[in-house]
């Protein structure tokens, strides 16, 4: 659709670069000051999920969004850590059974790397269609467990005990054994907390409204719920010493800018962590795109999906330079972004910048910050992500879709996620295959003084003893063709006095070469039998494909425009007799 | 189709068996003689093929066709070892590097028990339909790349010579690496078998027709050219001592019938083989339910998919009670047994009984048949499997196709037959996915005059500015939802006077979950850009399936029965400019 030249298609900011005014910075900038509001606490709270240091959520964010201003189509999008990929990321890395902190640590860099790898290679192949294998019903069954297993995960951080699982089952049992541990000081901060966060988010914008505030900064203020618990949390902690009382804090954080340096990496761990990269860069695109195609849509931009995927993996490959773990465009940041009034994607520069001074002067105060505020801030977030209207929807409109949604939430709860989104995908795609294989075909006879054909079982129509009628409704491709020959030769099998078959070919917009096999197998063996097989109203193109072929030399019968005349010539050529159990 | 009650289907030989007479007794033993004729060298061949000890093959040969006999639902299939499956068994058990003989055996038996539960666990679940997964030109180029892996690896017994390797670049390796130690006398003796075998095939007939002998008998004798050979070639080995002279013979064969015993295996070993066993089952399956679908419908007979894969399964289940290895229903074997006459499966009864008989009072003179013997008729029987003309078939009738059967045949060659046909299968799905995945959507104005739509690409008609019309070719599912979102999308985006956009869906037969989300977002985000969604034509059953669903609620706009309606009330509603570029 875009007129653009490839190279500007290729670098965005080369189109919106030389367009940029006071006016849109301006916007820009709002913009970016509410997103780093939020993103600033999201960034810890991730890194935390994902079993890294606190700066590396950081880090990643200030590389994500930068690199994707560069490399991004879309105007509003905000590449940084999220949850779901920050939970996939500690599970795959968990699996590896690294001893060292130091590993940890190479891993994740290695596989946001590595996913970054992936994304840029499905850009320049073009093979964002894979995409589409992700149905939304799996989607949403896998977004609401993975949900689930992120909350219980949190758990262990209220309780203040040590706990582990990668499933929900794991990680129930690890909780129930040490639950007696319970450290109340941090179970009593961190309901707090999550309170804190609820009513600042409800009831903050309209209080400063009515307190004479300007909506914009009512606005503001009312996403800065977790910045500000944050805040709260660490002055509470440092004043009533309650790390002396057992609630757990960040700690050290490495205070200035990340170094970048090419990671180093062995082929052994990439070997190991390509499949859960693949997943990773899968899940993140499809995620990400679905927001920024929405987002696009409501001011009639649009996005490039194959330049999507290069900006996504290039800012990817950045956080992995800068010492990240795995990044995509998040759902609720990117909304507020739009919303904030962001035009360009300036706006993410802008975040990085403020999230850039927040890394070089603010990390020693994140010393007192409590584990447990970071908890109750993905508590919160990933909440709302749990919705099981998905599993009566699919029921009532669809029992193939309900199971693939079914299985997606089960095997993601119990066993965890990677095999949870695998078996989802793997089931709609056989569910769907399956459906296809049994296509509709239908046995028509001709409506009495017309030339119309229809299905025997549904209308009173004239047929014959000597010739058979067969419409199918769908093309014919592999999955369907041996149904197709199964089913001719199962009504051969009961017509002794058969001459001809009649294939009515009017809804069949394709066949590919297995198809073309299984109608030349019916050819010849009906031949054997002494049946005569005849086409019908064949499509144009379906006509010319079969003209490169030496199908037609097979065919016993004849090829006719339209299946009237076919029934009307065959007549003459013999008497019919028509088919006693018939009544018109 | 078939009314038999269902005891009968499960056991075909109630409906045959009280029927049975002196007529059809005589038919059958006439094909069964003939059967025997080829079937005893064939299964010496394949076991030796299979890895397995000479006299396994005559064992599952006697139990696959007595309990085929019993179970299977065609009249003239011919179950027992088949060169395809003997090749998939040795890959199977070279891959667990086993130490022993006794251990290969057990793994073998365990293949055959394993696949016999899959496919028997397949006819009870209905499962048959996995076999649609395996395209007509995929399984070509299998077959092809199995058969010159299979002959590679007969050429050590030509050369006499140790050599291994389970695709065809190993065994070339290690063929030219041992080249240099050939036996002359043995390669000699190996091709004077093959001229033998292919002399007597093509000329015997002929000559013997001509000596005055009666066309059945010269039929019978022209297909003896194997067990001809083996004669022969035992004569000449054991009469001038050609053991002495280096030529590798069959050795010490057991006599007598093998002992039935349930199998002993364990569960580690039938998970190791569980993967094999799927791929052996399916493939075995299709080949055997191909050729006996087109043997019955030339009877105007018919055979049940969910019996065949039971009677099949039995007839593998046997073969491990008896101690041998995967089995199927041959090709060449069944049409020699429909050819010669047979008429129900007695006719597999009789043969199992000679092979039988042959098993107890001659395994000894089996002591001297030579090994190149056995490679001469594997050689010569899948030679004629040999077919390249699948490729130049798929490269001019559809490149897709194409793709997938190169890859078959390039990766059974080279990596292997496991590989080769899982990519084969994953190639063929993933393309026709693809191809679904963009279906044909069309934008489409009115022929002037009339009350037809065609695509604006094609036909002169007459659009608006504040009007799309778009035509959907396609049902509506997961991997084509995403493609439809992103068209609308970006045609939204270059077309700023936009108020209403009419999906027209008369070719929409089917709408799952996905699609329907799909449509909901396309009407949410159009609706945020002040564009009304509306539907036209949509199908009976679509519409029954809707208004299950809150689906209209979310529709911005209406839902029309006729396009021509839509655009006549829209145009009504409010004045609609031509667009400018178009020209009528």
Redesign the interface.
Known sequence: ??KKPSIVRFLPILYWGPRYNKDTFAEDSTAAIVVAIILIPQSLAYALLAGMPAETGLYASIFGLTIYALFGSSNTLSVAPVAILSLMTAVAIDKLSLGSETEYIAAAVTLAFTSGVVLVLFGFLRLG?I????????ISAFITASAIIIGLSQVRHFLGVEAGGTNAIELSTSLLSSVSNTNFVTLILGISTILLIILSKRGLRKVLISLGFKPRIAIVFSKSGPLLAAFVTSFLVYFLSLDQQGVQILGYVQAGLPTIHVPEFSSELVESLLGSALLISIIGFVESVSVA??L???????IE?DQELIGLGAANLGASFGGGFPITGGFSRSVVNFEAGAVTPASGLITALLIMVVTVFFAPILYWLPKVCLAAIIVVAVYSLIDFSVLK??W???K??FIAVFLTLILTLTVGVEVGIATGVGS??LI????T??PHVAVVGRVKETEHFRNINRHKVEIFEELLSIRI??SL???????L??FI??????R?KLKHVILMCTAV??I???A???LE?IAE??H??NIKLHLSEVKGPIMD?LA??DFFKHLSGNNYLSHNQAVEDLRESEPLSSDPKVRL
Do not use: C, G
Not at 432 to 435: D, F, I, M, P
Not at 489 to 494: D, Q, Y
């Open positions: 659709m875009s269609f995409a589409n294998f992700l149905s939304h019903p799996v195609q929405s696009a849509a409501r001011r009639r931009e649009s999906l929807r699919s009532i409109y669809s193939a879709d709609s795609i769907h295959l399956y459906k294989s049994q409704d769908e491709y592999f999955a369907n063709s041996r149904y020959e199964e030769f199962n009504l051969v099998a009961t002794p917009n394709k590919d070469l297995s073309l096999e299984s197998k063996t009906l054997r039998a494909k490169t072929t």
